[in-house]
T-cell receptor, first 113, second 117 residues
Framework: AQKVTQAQTEISVVEKEDVTLDCVYE???????LFWYKQPPSGELVFLIR??????QNEISGRYSWNFQKSTSSFNFTITASQVVDSAVYFC??????????FGTGTSLTVIP | DGGITQSPKYLFRKEGQNVTLSCEQN?????MYWYRQDPGQGLRLIYY???????QKGDIAEGYSVSREKKESFPLTVTSAQKNPTAFYLC????????????????FGPGTRLTVL
């Protein structure tokens, strides 16, 4: 069975602090994709990153970085120097054979000015 | 601009009525999806379609119906059989995975918020 766990339901940080959002996944498939999406108050999910199971290289995009570790089945997301515009709900998702996504329950991030 | 549109943004329904939510994409994607999101919860899959005139049930298909007569369009009907339809509905699309049968990146529309009065 596939499962994505985002144990942090809500996080609050003060602007300019760094914050890490945790994502732990479960799958027996050896080939899969992992994703992060951002859902601002407007509601639309915005795609942030996709990682395939064969690429464990960490990625950095501006203030965003992702740490993929197969040994711990984790795909954590770090925002450096957080800003108020980062306030949103963030979802981690897993895609495996069968053309379905499995979403975590999301982490609500509030950045306090 | 390429993207996914959903209409209406807000929809109010009386109990016992069927309503249809629209989803259109001009990304030339083969696959389309409908999700339901309840407050404080993740996304749950209602239906998905990989080709025209074909669709599959997701985890919570009861009380919903879909059609896929055109590649660009994937409307969702919330029927009176759906006992608790008040929720936020999101439509998404993707190309079919380049790795066999693995869903590629899904792109989402702005959503429709349905309220039953």
């Amino acid at each position: 069975a596939q499962k994505v766990t985002q144990a942090q339901t809500e996080i609050s940080v003060v602007e300019k602090e760094d914050v890490t959002l945790d994502c732990v996944y479960e799958t027996r498939d050896t080939t899969y994709y992992l994703f992060w999406y951002k859902q601002p108050p407007s509601g639309e999910l915005v795609f942030l990153i996709r990682r395939n199971s064969f690429d464990e290289q960490n990625e950095i995009s501006g203030r965003y970085s992702w740490n993929f570790q197969k040994s711990t089945s984790s795909f954590n997301f770090t925002i450096t120097a957080s800003q108020v515009v980062d306030s949103a709900v963030y979802f981690c998702a897993l895609s495996v054979t069968g053309n379905q996504f499995y979403f975590g329950t999301g982490t609500s991030l509030t950045v306090i000015p | 601009d390429g993207g996914i549109t959903q209409s209406p943004k807000y929809l109010f329904r009386k109990e016992g009525q069927n309503v249809t939510l629209s989803c259109e994409q001009n990304l030339n994607h083969d696959a389309m999806y409908w999700y339901r999101q309840d407050p404080g919860q993740g996304l749950r899959l209602i239906y998905y379609s990989q080709i025209v005139n074909d669709f599959q049930k997701g985890d919570i298909a009861e009380g919903y119906s879909v059609s896929r007569e055109k590649k660009e369009s994937f409307p969702l009907t919330v029927t009176s059989a759906q006992k608790n339809p008040t929720a936020f509905y999101l439509c998404a699309s993707s190309i079919l995975g380049q790795v066999v049968e693995i869903a590629d990146t899904q792109y989402f529309g702005p959503g429709t918020r349905l309220t039953v009065l």
